[in-house]
């Protein structure tokens, strides 16, 4: 019997410069993954991105649009820091996977609300989370 293989489904919030140069060509090589939403700071821009970029992908006006959308299994943040744990606490909240493409958090406070949030069992990466926390613990 052959089992079905469905790709994991992405939505970003925050379309610039590291989501466009460094994300998407890493991203287009994972057979896995299918970028399907994308949320940047205004509609026109989020539909330009998706113009641009990923024509199969849809745009949306604001990012809690996105996390509303029960086929996105992964949110990608690409915004600023200190945008990540609000837009993170709701994502998990949501049911989603979450990535963060720079540290995990603005400050000790943030990371805790984001830890907090894992209780739900979704996993949420970040490329600095090990070397953050340290910080943070050491700072507190």
Not at 26 to 41: H, P
Not at 98 to 121: K, W
Request: proline share 5%; charged share 20%; net charge negative.
């Amino acid at each position: 019997m052959q089992s079905r293989h469905t790709k994991l489904k992405i939505g970003i919030v925050g379309a610039g410069l590291i989501v466009k140069k460094r994300h998407l060509p890493a991203l287009y090589q994972v057979e896995d993954v299918k970028i399907v939403g994308i949320c940047n700071s205004s509609y026109e821009s989020s539909e330009k991105f998706c113009a641009d970029f990923l024509p199969d992908a849809k745009p949306y006006a604001n990012w809690a649009e996105l996390l509303g959308e029960p086929d996105i299994d992964i949110i990608w943040i690409g915004t600023s820091p200190y945008l990540y744990a609000t837009i993170a606490v709701s994502a998990l909240e949501a049911g989603k996977h979450v990535f963060c493409q720079a540290r995990m958090a603005m400050n000790l406070a943030e990371a805790e609300e984001m830890c907090s949030a894992l209780c739900s069992g979704i996993p949420i990466w970040s490329p600095c989370f090990a070397h953050r926390r340290m910080d943070f613990a050491e700072a507190g």
